[in-house]
């Protein structure tokens, strides 16, 4: 228990009403991008902010309360138990194998080449083998960093190309479906972690979790991820 605590920053991404990443200029969306790692710098200089999360909600069933084109920076006094659970793990590999978690998520993609949606130089991103909905896609740098803020110009750039492209993706084939999506990077004090590496995690509404997921704890996934992204690549 602790008293009150939070930052929360609201991103207008564009002075149309009815625009969205998928249908914006290129140049629209690099500019989000830049600005999240703004905001996300000057957040983390903070000391009480442990740590901050960049999310979009898209639609009602994703949560969104605004239908103008916007996305949320909120950053918090705590670490919650959810992502220090992800640090352990990926801890707990790395101590067993000496090597990161996700670097090796990166080469078994690649080299498999089933679940990759789209790929450029600096990013990939792909539906994970055994992802929680359908059609859930990671965009994962190549190089290994563990904090979104330590990102050069030319990775906000791949990145913003690869944001564009999959939501495009999601937009036309999935006929602009719900979604939610959040860039998952190390808390304070966890930038320069060698276990650790940042990616954007896009997960559409599509199905709704029901009681055996309440209940236990394990997703129901009824589509193939190697479906999922064939079905995306194509």
């Not at 190309?161 to 979604?179: E, F, R």
């Amino acid at each position: 228990m602790m008293s009150g605590y939070g930052r929360q920053e609201v991103v207008i991404e564009s002075p149309n009403h009815d625009e969205t990443i998928a249908t914006m200029p290129l140049e629209s969306v690099a500019l989000i991008v830049d600005t999240y790692h703004q905001r996300y710098l000057a957040l983390m200089e903070e000391h009480k902010n442990m740590m901050a999360i960049i999310f979009r909600n898209h639609g009602r069933r994703a949560g969104a309360s605004l239908h103008h084109p916007h996305s949320q920076i909120i950053a918090t006094g705590i670490v919650p138990q959810h992502r220090r659970w992800q640090e352990d793990e990926a801890q707990r590999y790395y101590d067993e194998f000496g090597r990161c978690l996700f670097c090796d998520i990166l080469k078994q993609e690649i080299n498999d080449g089933e679940r990759v949606v789209v790929e450029n130089e600096l990013f990939l991103a792909f539906v994970p083998f055994a992802a929680d909905v359908p059609y859930e896609v990671w965009i994962m740098p190549k190089n290994h960093q563990a904090d979104f803020g330590s990102i050069t110009a030319a990775e906000k750039l791949d990145f913003a190309v690869m944001l564009k492209t999959i939501l495009g993706k999601l937009h036309h084939k999935l006929n602009n479906p719900d979604y939610n999506y959040v860039i998952n990077t190390a808390a304070r004090y966890k930038a320069d972690e060698p276990q650790l590496h940042w990616y954007c995690e896009i997960r559409p509404r599509l199905t709704t979790p029901a009681g055996f997921e309440i209940g236990s704890g394990i997703s129901i996934n009824p589509s193939l991820p190697e479906n999922d992204a064939a079905f995306l690549r194509h």
